[in-house]
């Protein structure tokens, strides 16, 4: 079973993720409104492990306060978008994230793999297409 799954189970993409999107797009709302900049968005979406509408959410929510910034809601997973996501980061070898980014998925990901008897992951050395090697 994937690792992604058994960690979305346990948080049920429910409110810490919701809190740190937030906390997340308020900054770089902020940040894109103090810079010119007249448009925001995420690739959050771009996983299939991911809420769609509670990333969108939050990034309209962190938009909103500002007259002069959008969050553009596109939906990159259409369109063989996923599937275009792997094949680039195959091809430039980008660094594979095992984990959502937050400590508690990066716990609860470890405890599941040490129940099954694997690794628990180790930060900073998995790429995209290194089991093709």
Known sequence: MNTHLICQSITKRGRRCTMCFDMRFERTALYAHENGFPVITSSLGISRWKNMAQI????HRAAAPYDDLEYW???WRKGGGSSRMIEI????HFYQQ???GCAYSLRDTNNFRRSQGREPIKIGVKYYGDDEE
């Open 56 to 59: 969108n959410d939050c990034g």
């Open 73 to 75: 809601d596109f939906n």
């Open 89 to 92: 980061s195959k091809r430039e």
């Open 98 to 100: 095992e984990y959502c």
